[in-house]
């Protein structure tokens, strides 16, 4: 299977930390983000990636032409302010399969991708999506007649799902984007 890494964007939210370096090759440990995503996925049966640069692309290319890891990646440039579809339509060329994983540049996890590819099969749609609850960030209140009668310290909230970043698509997805 082959997987396709978003590794293009700014990453402004990073601030100061990518104004010398692109958002993947963020260092966790010693080591970028995109080497930790490439090293669970390659774990996972998954030993070809394409990766989607733009933004300081040259720092993403320099860095996978050095690694001593047994990995087959291509950088493709897909632009420097392109949009989601646009690179994933501008890289159909290298995708050889019925269909491929695509993820993000920036999320490590332990996503069970023998599980989200069954899935993907099973359901016979053209993109499949994890979904995650959000990491809580406040705590919540239940009020009752203007009085606190309950507090929950962050409470996980499974309700409203959000994006979790890992996703299976069929190749005939190419099919819908509008590379214009």
């Known amino acids: 299977m ?9 990453g402004t939210r990073f601030g100061e930390a ?12 010693n080591k970028p983000i995109i080497w930790h995503i ?19 692309e ?16 291509k950088c493709v440039y897909t632009g420097l302010n392109t949009l989601t579809g646009k690179r994933i339509g501008m890289i159909s060329k290298y995708i050889k399969k019925d269909y491929f994983l695509m993820t993000y540049g920036d999320g490590v996890s332990n996503v069970n991708l023998k599980k989200l590819i069954k899935t993907h099969i099973k359901m016979k749609k053209l993109a499949t999506v994890t979904a995650v ?24 909230d499974t309700k409203n799902l959000i994006n979790g970043g890992f996703f299976i698509l069929d190749r005939k997805i190419f099919d819908f984007l509008d590379l214009q």
């Open 58 to 73: 040259k720092i993403i290319r320099k860095y996978f032409s050095s690694i001593k890891e047994n990995w087959n990646i």
């Open 18 to 29: 990518t104004k010398k370096i692109p958002k993947p090759m963020i260092k966790i440990g």
């Open 38 to 56: 490439i090293k669970y996925l390659s774990s996972q049966g998954i030993k070809q990636f394409i990766v989607c640069t733009g933004y300081k």
């Open 133 to 156: 609850s959000p990491i809580p960030r406040f705590g919540a209140l239940k009020i009752s007649g203007n009085l606190v009668n309950k507090f929950a310290e962050k409470p996980n």
């Open 2 to 10: 082959q997987a396709v890494i978003l590794a293009g964007g700014k």
